[in-house]
């Protein structure tokens, strides 16, 4: 047992393009997926009986627009939910972080530039806005982009710590109250400057980013800050630190890839620890625990341990946060995330089969590594322990089948949320599909319906969102083991 990390924090990634049945929706009135206040005090409660001691959210573009400030009835809505959560969350011993993305605004994130006076008195108004909308918020984090950045008008990652120098004057000013996280997320400050290939005489759409023709190479539109570019802007970054609150948190990975790898702007160790000198650090390793849009049980506990390993040997971190898109889904994963808060030399194995244990009965504990099968799906931050035969996930889904049909949950010990029936039977779900997936003759077009109708339906009610690629997850998905 390890001294905990004191900031433990669950993000919880409910933005326009991450919509799904297990996620709030907060801001789409009349579609499905809402959350009432007994939902958040079923999820809070949970998270601090878990380890967490943080709940985080993002304020997402579709918020961060003018119609808040002409006060619509959404966003007026999403802030009363907000400040009605913040309180039950208090109740529970939660602290509550908000991020928010420094610039870009708007359901079509647009990319507003500081160098414009008229953009960047809409970045002040709408920051100041949603600071005296949430005053109770706890820590504000300011985010650089993925969305958002700018390389117009000679913006540079420069541009993005002398903003955020500026919005923290404001966060000083408007919420006394809370903390501040400064995020290096990128290579680093995603989206600034070089780090952000743009079209000839784009004006700050970012549909624009994302249909152009890309150089041989590129990776995609962010993600081009080499060790150069990363060393420049953290020698800028830590000559200005000492002017930002005495309080602040940075936010550090243990690289510069999206999924904390030294594999684009080189190694993020050695900055973490100049950094660490000033300012204590968190990490936001984003992948770790989920994908994008790889919606589906995930057993990336192995990793998970590791990473918090790996952590503690390379710098003073005081914690970090665990993103999720699917709270009402992936609890294994919260509780082990939670757990290694505290503990980050737990067993990552063991922790899989106490919580199975708890929650299924001492007789199904050997459930925690039956569901490693499930980690079989590719994309984002996915890095499987094992690779397996399809004959054997079979058997295993079986199994996993099996034992989810026969478990009692009425003695679960733990208080999940959703209820521990609700969660048996998603699993089930889950289960039942990748069985027939892992058979010889799926029926993949009415698998790829199942999965739409269940997870992304919600879509069939809202606009999809400029990061339209719910309907690429449902098709890969369903597309799952056809090649072994
Ligand atoms: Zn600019």
Known sequence: MSIPYTHRACYVNFAEHLQNAWNPNLYYPGAPNQWRAADWTGFFHMLAAFGFNIFEFWLPPTLMDRPALAGSAVHESFAQQMRQATQIAHAAGLQVKFIVAANTIGPQWYFACPNEPDDLQLIFDLWRHWLRQLPETDIVGIFPGDPGGCNRNGCTHET?????LSLCDLIQSETPR???????WGTPFSGWGSDLISPPNWDGDFSQLIQQQLPPGAFAHIWNGDPARAQASMEYFLKRLPEFPADLRVAINLGFSPDGDATMGGDGRPWAREIA????ITTWDYSLSEGELILHPHWRLPRLAARRREERAAAPYCGGMNYTMSPKLNLLTLYAAGQLFLDPTADPDALAARFCAQVFGEEHAALGALFEAFEVVPGWGHYPRRQWAKPVLRSAYQEIINRLTAADVSGCT???FPDAETYRQDLLWFAGL????????????????DYWQKTFAIYDRIPMSVDARAEQAAENFSRL???K
């Open 277 to 280: 000198k000033l300012r204590p």
């Open 414 to 416: 733990l208080p999940l």
């Open 160 to 164: 993005f710590v002398d903003l955020a």
């Open 434 to 449: 990748f069985y027939e997936l892992a058979s010889e003759q799926p029926d993949r077009a009415r698998i790829r319906r």
């Open 481 to 483: 083991l056809g090649g």
């Open 178 to 184: 809370a903390a501040i996280e400064i995020g290096t």
